[in-house]
């Protein structure tokens, strides 16, 4: 048996700040392991860990939870985008337009806008990586 409560945090306004400024650097954490992961076309956890994670430890001072939240946030994002844009079950072969046709050659707002995770910004081109947000 789950037992679910809702708690609500009340930081000090010290606490706050420190709160704050360890999720920002977790969300430049995954967006710098989403800009590895696009560069070395690593999708996996394992191998995106093993090229990311010492760096993540170092240049963010993140302990090893949030360094490995951090990864494997990212790795979440590239799964639900490719699940948002994989064809239809059951069809044999995508059809021109469709999107997950055009998610092989580039990224449709349509298929952009199915993952909540992964925003791209509006200056971006088609070969820049997605940009992890909370």
Known sequence: MKLVVRVKLLPTPVQAS???ATLSACNEAATWAAQVAFDERVRKNLPLRKLTYREIK?????GAQAAQH???KTCDAYTTLAANCAPPSGSV???PG???RSNRTRP?????AACSNVLRTPTSSVSDPPVIRT
Request: hydrophobic share 40%; glycine share 4%; aromatic share 4%.
């Open 18 to 20: 420190v709160l704050e």
């Open 58 to 62: 170092s240049r963010w001072g993140l």
């Open 70 to 72: 951090a990864i494997k």
């Open 93 to 95: 072969a995508s059809t």
């Open 98 to 100: 469709s999107c997950s």
């Open 108 to 112: 449709t707002l349509a298929c952009r």
